[in-house]
């Protein structure tokens, strides 16, 4: 079964600053999509970004950005400029491109603080 | 916008009472998920429809859960009798069409559940 870890269950950043969040995941298989979601405190849960294993090239949604390695299965998030609005629990999760009804997996979390 | 619904937003129930959790999906959304997110833990997929169809219940616990959605829109997650590990918050999310792993999913405000 796939398995998603995220080994910073805290971080904290500076406004203005960058902070790279740090997930790894466990599959034997080719074809998957990886996503970072957002948790604000008591507010619904939205996508930040989305990676296509079969895709090079790093996706990047304005501040947003990944690093995927997928030799390494490391996929991690790179905030840039990092505001107050960013502080949030954020979430790596992997799912199956192949048993898509199947084999979505979300890791434990990072809980991000902004300090002004 | 339109925005995932789920309802009641808070519930305390005793153990062994029944429980009933609501969501209706964003509008012409044909598959409609349910997840169980322990405090402090990511979410866990409890079950998916891809319209009125069950596509996955692997990790639904089907002794004391269920979860129907009879025409194909909203959908009802039940529990009975209520145990005190069942205390988390529940998490309703759609996505469009359901026919790729890629598709982004829209969250809903959940409904924290106490069991005393």
């Known amino acids: 079964a796939q398995t998603v870890t995220q080994s910073q269950p805290e971080m904290s950043v500076q406004e203005a600053e960058t902070v790279t969040l740090s997930c790894t995941y466990d599959?034997?298989?080719?074809?998957?999509?990886l996503f970072w979601y957002k948790q604000p405190p008591s507010r619904q849960m939205i996508l930040v970004i989305r990676q296509e294993a079969y895709k090079q090239q790093n996706a990047t949604e304005n501040r947003f950005s990944v690093n995927f390695q997928k030799a390494a299965k490391s996929f991690s998030l790179k905030i840039s400029d990092s505001q107050l609005g960013d502080a949030a629990m954020y979430f790596c999760?992997?799912?199956?491109?192949?048993?898509?009804?199947?084999?979505?997996?979300f890791g434990p979390g990072t809980r991000l603080s902004v300090l002004p | 916008e339109a925005e995932v619904a789920q309802s009641p937003r808070y519930k305390i129930t005793e153990k062994s009472q029944a429980v009933a959790f609501w969501c209706d999906p964003i509008?012409?959304?044909?598959?409609l998920y349910w997840y169980r997110q322990i405090l402090g833990q990511g979410p866990e997929l409890l079950v998916q429809f891809q319209d009125e169809s069950v596509v996955d219940d692997s990790q639904l616990p089907k002794d004391r859960f269920s979860a129907e959605r009879l025409k194909g829109v909203d959908s009802t997650l039940k529990i009975q009798p209520a145990e005190l590990g069942d205390s988390a918050m529940y998490l309703c999310a759609s996505s469009l069409a359901g026919t790729t792993g890629g598709e982004t999913q829209y969250f809903g405000p959940g409904t924290r559940l106490l069991v005393l």
């Open positions: 999760a992997y799912r199956s491109a192949v048993n898509y009804g199947q084999n979505f997996v």
């Open positions: 599959t034997s298989e080719s074809d998957y999509y």
């Open positions: 509008s012409g959304h044909a598959t």
